[in-house]
Nanobody, 126 residues
Framework: QVQLVESGGGLVQPGGSLRLSCVVS????????IGWFRQAPGQEREAVSC????????YYADAVKGRFTISRDTPKNTVYLQMNSLRPEDTAVYYC???????????????????WGQGTQVTVSS
């Protein structure tokens, strides 16, 4: 079993930056993918950015390409999401998830089979 704890959310003005952190503990060999998802009120949870453990390959949703960067610090079992040029539409609860692949060859973890953190609120507003 893997446990995940997110931090780093908050209120930021449009154009600002935040860095989210996800600390992974427990049976940390039990996942091959880790990713950031977000869910805004009334909307479905969507994948934002993911990283594959074996080779470090990454995925970014079109809406965040060029603005968000996922990275990892393996000795610290921590994954980061650097978010720049934030927009009001980035407002959501951001979740970290770790697990097996969602689709064969894919980069993001399975939503059904992954362990999830509790989420951290990101609000972009002036």
């Amino acid at each position: 079993q893997v446990q995940l704890v997110e931090s780093g959310g908050g209120l930021v003005q449009p154009g600002g930056s935040l860095r989210l952190s996800c600390v992974v503990s427990g049976f940390t060999l039990d996942y091959s993918r880790i990713g950031w998802f977000r869910q805004a009120p009334g909307q479905e949870r969507e994948a934002v950015s993911c990283i594959r453990r074996a080779d470090g390959s990454t995925y970014y949703a079109d809406a965040v390409k060029g603005r968000f960067t996922i990275s990892r610090d393996t000795p610290k079992n921590t994954v980061y999401l650097q978010m720049n040029s934030l927009r009001p539409e980035d407002t959501a609860v951001y979740y970290c998830a770790a697990g097996p692949y969602g689709v064969p060859g894919g980069t993001c973890p399975s939503r059904l089979k992954s362990s999830w953190g509790q989420g951290t609120q990101v609000t972009v507003s002036s």
